[in-house]
DNA sequence: AGAGGAATATATTTATACAGAATTTCAACA
DNA sequence: TGTTGAAATTCTGTATAAATATATTCCTCT
């Protein structure tokens, strides 16, 4: 019998896809530097894919923004500027808000409990062990808090959206992850910004909840700011 | 000396953009059926290029959310259905209105000047000759219109994420086309349309104008519907 | 005889290796 | 210093081989 590693309806792993997904979680990691020339032969043997999958791969991470194609001319990690962190979080700040009026105008008594659930595993997350596994645990937590608030909108194309900005914010936030070493007063500020939110959110008060969510969305701005100009990014 | 037929900037031709200029312009229009297989034996000869670019043209498309990939099982033009409709339009009201919201706070004079501009040049099509040539230009224009309004928001990133919704609801909007056939009066209703946009836009009133362009975008929903139905698509 | 299911055959996708075209590099020279 | 022109590198596209899925045939069992 053949052993099945892949969950049912889950697309089964090809070279183009494991490369594409190495490729990004790379980038956005900082691995490599934004605008480094991304060569075909180096690629070839980090990623183990011959040149048409590694095509197929780069091409869709010019689609997510993350790389840019010039014919010719091959392949290189997409540039990074102030410019491009104050418009990103600036879009990231009006679509976030956009959402999450929708929500709370759209969303139903199972979106409230889903908000309040991921809250309650979000803010329970100063329990576990050492500090890296709680910076993941707490990053995958909070995600999965701001994910169920804009749920709420109902709009899966609304959500796709904000999915693919949120790719592109992802390469500058991490930045501000390394930076945050994430201290206990930092989380605590954190604990209270978010139970602050699910309680206008469940009072269904939008402008104050449009509100909250921008300042809690635009704090990284300055942190990030500093860390690029101090890699002479402007 | 070399010729440069290309703008500065712009990629060169290659085989891959062109048969994904090709494809998703073919796509749009209804060449291909939704959940039609994208045999690529057929799409070779089509577009004269090999696997190679194809896929990564495919890739691309499927980044698009025009076209769907199922691993190992090849290539399909993605399903349409009155649900997505709906999403789509609905989305894409909200978004464009967000945009609208923008533009008109942070809007200079120059913003001003290209609205009028493109509106003119929108309010003067009836004067052109044949019918087919008229629908060209006059989709044409609409699109510049509306672009111009949407770019006083002064953000790449937004107006980026409105482009790739455009390319979704494109579909569906050629359905509207193909049905409306543009009768003088349907065009003297859209010029009152547009006009009444104009004067709130420029009076800055952010309310009227959301309302209106709302009004604007989702009236060729019900039209659709009912070809969408016609076509036992539900 | 007809339905169900294995076994084979065909078609299709996926990956690689190679050939041709373009670009970049770098040294020689004005 | 700047330019020119080969050599090397790199990108682009095709042909081919391997893996996988789909269709067909044929056999067995009720």
Not at 10 to 27: E, F, G, M, T, V
Not at 50 to 55: A, M, V
Not at 95 to 124: F, Q, S, Y
Not at 181 to 196: D, Y
């Amino acid at each position: 019998m053949e052993l099945n590693v892949f969950e049912k309806g889950a697309p089964r792993q090809n070279l183009a896809i494991s490369a594409y997904q190495q490729l990004k979680h790379d980038i956005i990691r900082g691995l490599y530097a934004p605008e480094q020339k991304l060569l075909m032969s180096r690629l070839k043997e980090q990623y183990g894919a011959s040149t048409g999958p590694l095509r197929e791969a780069l091409s869709q991470l010019v689609a997510d923004r993350l790389v840019v194609a010039i014919s010719q001319r091959g392949y290189r990690v997409a540039p990074m500027s102030l410019a491009e962190l104050n418009d990103i979080y600036d879009a990231r700040a009006q679509l976030e808000g956009l959402i999450l009026r929708l929500a709370i105008e759209r969303g139903d008594d199972d979106w409230e409990a889903m908000v309040l659930a991921t809250a309650h595993r979000l803010a329970k997350v100063t329990d576990v062990s050492t500090p890296d596994e709680l910076l993941d645990i707490w990053d995958q937590r909070h995600k999965a808090f701001h994910t169920a608030i804009a749920s709420g909108c109902n709009s899966p194309h609304l959500l796709q959206m904000r999915d693919t900005l949120f790719n592109q914010v992802e390469r500058y936030r991490h930045l501000w992850l390394q930076e945050t070493v994430m201290s206990p007063q930092a989380l605590e500020l954190k604990r209270q910004e978010h139970a602050a939110l699910v309680e206008v959110i469940l009072a269904r008060d939008t402008a104050q909840a449009d509100s909250l969510m921008r300042d809690h969305l635009m704090t990284p701005v300055p942190i990030i700011t500093r860390v690029l100009e101090a890699r002479g990014i402007r």
